[in-house]
């Protein structure tokens, strides 16, 4: 396997493929024009400059545009910058595509559309099963290839889909040692909670937030949807309500984009559950990157917090 | 025009019709039951007992019935208190109405939906006049019946349908000095903010939370409808979502209730005319129980402050 | 199994031994001595009134006495409280013990033994182990009987080490999910996070705080614990101050008495388990009380909440 | 009309007068002393550099010069800059003057002045007429050129005027709605409440925080001038109190710099009014320079959003 | 010395002399008036109820008259309440007077001017020692009797001084362990900063907040008050300035009524010397009332904490 | 006394030795290496870069390294730089050493110690003393060394025992003013309050945080060392327990870092003192820096705020 941008080193000479995530133009201190480039692989991503751009250049080098490119990793202002000494738009010929440049789950798709589908096999209240089956029907596409958000956690291919099967494993486990716990309602909590995001976010491969999302958001979104397929599919009684509630109050608090906090026992655990899955999920991540006895980056996420891997674990 | 129980003092004898509100049953030290009554009028409510009551009494004195009464006005604790010498139950022959007995909105209902529906003929983008005409026909009868609040402000038989025109009138004030401003958006976003509270509160009469009032709230219930009346009638564009974004963020906060903050020009003054009409309202009404010179009492909804009525006012 | 005093409904007629939790002295308006007391056994507790008492009764209804008492369940001011009829205080004869009066963990102290003891023995790290040993064994006795608290969740005999037990499950879960945890200082944590209770708290019967909770705290109290089980135990390096952290941070930030966050992410993680093990005791706890279709009473410890339980739950 | 400064795009070429509203000496790292210029007119500003100046340059190139200068619209950081080619002060043959550069209030003072004498004339209580045109004559001048503040709202000549008539138009509209409202009062507030601003700003050119500004603010220092002329009238009465009541409370919150909340109904309202017309017109502002379906950059004076100008309105 | 109505217990005899403080009108719940009396001593105060009261009774047991009680002290809800055996109205011939009745600061009013003249001539400022010897002069007497607060500190006859002198010594203290200090400014501080409360409060026996003290509040009062005197002294210069900012941030904080925090270095001190001797007056009035081992009552104004007295301190 | 580098202007020429507290290894856009220093003495630090460097400057270069250096003070991005024109490591011939560069106490050590030592000797309370005596014996010689903090207030070396002795100044004050204090108690507060910072810091030179500096932090840190003094000594009684507590609430909430809140007299006056020491100390330090008339820095640790310095003061 190859070494990926995000292990590269200030010094280390480049010489690979890459793709363009964001390019935007600057005029420069000289009068001329250049381009900044983000550019990425499935590791991580690396600013850098293309300077004294041409016209015909700007249309070249655009988001989603693979390249093949030479050059250097330099420090600038603190940062890593990949220096640029020769560039160039890769071609069919290449034989690289956009998916080979963007991080996965670490579980491969069907894998998750099989643990999907037992967890809704599993439910026995049909009101509840109807629902979810055909909202995860009707998206699954995206459902198994989007992120679970822009950044922050699971921001990978698939990255959705492999939350939600995270969180089904704690919900199975919570229910055995609770089982005062409605199982089918805490299945159909976990699994729907994020779906409106496959509204809120753009795509997989330049994720940024739809209109809709800026300004209704991926919550209110779904309790709309959860209404209006339970309509298409005659469905009424309190299953419905209960599973508008569980989406709605997912984020535990108003603050937090909840209107309503969890008033439902399973509403509750839902909530706690995706935040000990997306907690535990950037913590893997941080940690992995620095050695026992070193501190990670701020975590933003994490109430800004650095935390410590301790000297005698294993690396 | 007969004196209200709001204006009795204590020591003055009651002896008229008043309906029962809330009634509910205790044990007294004495072992014997009794009933806790809360009694009102279009003028306000006073509490009262029943002492040892029969299980016949606690049939007959319920919430809704109209009872005729006759007692003294005594003083409990530092609250008024109705002392109860006689008391039976109203009948047909009495020619009393539960209507009678409840505040009404000092504008008439005829008048209100004239101009509601002047308001929606002012309005020339055409989606957005579809969809608020669709709504007020589908929902007429409680939007012109029902109050803007269980309590605070406008709590009382065309509540909402008052609140309503009173906001469209600073609406136009405030289009005449800003006109920048989408006088249809907001216009729309003022005759819906609150439709989602025909959902929330369960009636005229006795007012209270709906199940769905409270796991869901009439914000995400109303934004939900909105999708509805699109779909249904077929509408497309930026407009839906727009109005779906000013109902959304009308409480301006998300401890407030609103999961976004107003992001639209006309949302973030929807919110401001809401602020100050229902303010007005509750500052009118409690300053005209006091004196020149006189404090109000706490107002809750105004954080608990207690407005000072200046001695150099008239009455 | 005979009918606990939590389960009496207004009206109903008592005659059975019950214990007095707590007595305290007062004079009634007309100048005579009373006491008020508060009866419990393991199914709730209830207030009653002895009036004009001598001396002598002061002397004898004191807290941890068991009393024959008959009387009847009455109101006052919207609480249930004990009419007394008639009271004696038990002797030998009456062949009743304290221990018969309150609630004890769902599960037999022998087998929460066991668990804790299965826990120990599957941690690898030997100073982790040989810390937990220790401490578990000089506190064994007050581990196994001891609440967790004074009210809110696993307040019964055994409640602590019920708690403990319940985390370990969760904990175990987790790392199967994640096995990039390490396991025994999670294990350590769960098992030692509350044994500064042991010290914070008066004892089994009348749960109060001691002057050294009230001035130190169950926290800074276990982390000079383990400081000094580790010197007697002359265990060195990281695993004690990383085990120190664990205790201080796991009530998860600085408002909730925790100086120091989390920044181990076994410490996060210990913080996330015992916030779901508590707030699911509380709940279930709350929701047992009401039928399906009503909300349970307000719980201080989730924010005030009241919780809604389906009607579409079997009871 | 020629082109402003704020209307240049990265690139172009600038040959005209401009005004130096803030000029600051630096060492480059040449070891050679250069100057940073911020220029405006009335569209805007930008910043310049004047590398390797002499004693003299240091002496012409001060705040409030007027300068010929040439040059270019460079990008520097992501902001952009003027490139300096040359610059000279400009002299009384140029025929300009500081007020060519200074942006406007769209209404010419003699109406303001006009609306304002109109306001006060309407008033019918004789004590706060007499308070208010006292205060306006002794400070006309001022208060028909200053801005409304430093930045955020109504910057610009004769904002402070402005923002008072367009409050006072709101305040016209409210009590036709309202007519319980004290007009007198809630006119002397609206015109009065950021008289002390006069006091608190520095000038109309570099507009600034003075000493009493910065160690007393306008707020106490209104509530003393009101104080002071009142003396000086002999007026007595809670006029006077009220007066100084609605100035201090106008920001609503102790948090906010009003150390008492509103207390009387105008002052209620007159803080709702002014929050009104100065979010209007920063919202405006800010949409008028984004096209239709785009957000404008982040307003931080209301809490930091950046709004979204819907893409069916009219540009 | 005899006992004051603070040091009884229940059950205890009462026949004294006694002040009303406050006396209002009730109706009981057989119709009859009483009235609710609080009657004080130097040494704390208590309720009674007079009961089945005539019209005479309520024109002569009113605020601020002396009269002759037997009684007993009872229990009412958990606290003391006077049972009134015989009442009548103190006359002449009683020789007693009010002030015998209210607590007074342990320092005689003489020394506490002499102390706080002598600060003032340490002064060697003139400006800031003409201000405050012109307002001590004018304040005099009140200046000498108010009490610094309506309850929780120094709330007792001549307790604003004393506070002051206290003040006056802590200040005298930090100034010799930092000389930087500008002593003139922070006696000046000291000596001036809650005189507005001669205006915020009614008076020394029944102390509530005037009208001015509940609109403008004693703060911006001191403000214009220094304003004034230095228009009336003709002293200009920045020493005003610096006065007003002293008094005017001297609560630290905006929430805490201080529209600017300190920002000079004497502003900063004299909050903190101010907040020292507030709490060290309530910590020893609270503790001198528990015995060793006990904690004190909750004390409000520091943060509802309730503070413990060591059993090893001598009592 | 030689001018130290905190005293530099922009243009001035710098020839004499000076300390690298921190060096740091970056990349240049041009590829070669380059070292940022960070320098110090006593007066003050400045950056500086020392360009295409060699590995064996890398090694040479280091933090705690004395060199001899000539450039000259440039200005940088808004800040001052020191350009190099030769630098060298500086040798045992030089006869500079590492304590020359550093920030002093402006009181000798001795008279430090002398001051603690007579203190101790005034405590009355046996136990108290001899843990005080023990601790002060057991770290004395950091005690009379270390910083009170990192950087803010105290940040030089004996910055620790030099903000003790001041505490102690005001402690007899206060003790003076208010008997009711326990004098003993209050000392021992005092003298420990920060004694777990010789933990929690790692050095004079370079002051950085211990890994149990951050994981547990100096105040659990000292409440444990207490406890083990105190078995060491065998010493028993409340006086342990008081002491613990003094130091576990001196920083005087939970947000700020103190588990508890002060529930003790003294702990509130040690929190009070503590206080107001660190803020006259910042304070003093930040006015000697600008002129009369002017503004000072903003100070982070004193809410951000940026203080006046009156113009009438003499410098």
Known sequence: MKKGIGNYSIGDAFDDFILIKMSSRGVASNGKPFLTLILRDASGEIEAKLWDTTKEDEDVFVAEQIVRLSGEVNQFRGKPQLKIFSIRAAGEADGVQVSDFIAKAPVEKEVLLEKLTEAIFEMENSSLQRIVRALVKKHQEKLLTYPAASKNHHDYVSGLAHHIVSMLELARSMHALYPEINKDMLYAGVILHDLGKLKELSGVVTTSYTLEGKLVGHIPLMVEEIGDIAKELQIEGEE??????????????????????????????????????????????????????????????LDNRSFYKPSFEQN
Chains 1, 2, 3, 4, 5, 6 share one sequence.
């Not at 709605?248 to 509403?267: F, T």
Request: net charge neutral.
């Open 240 to 301: 419905v309500l209960a599973l508008q509630h569980l989406i709605l109050s997912h984020h535990g608090k108003a603050e937090w984009g909840s209107p309503k906090p969890p008033l439902i026992r399973e509403a509750e655990l839902l909530h706690l559950i995706d935040l000990a899955d997306a907690r535990m999920h950037m913590l893997n991540r941080a940690l992995a990157k620095v050695n026992p006895g070193e501190f990670t980056e701020r975590l933003f996420a």
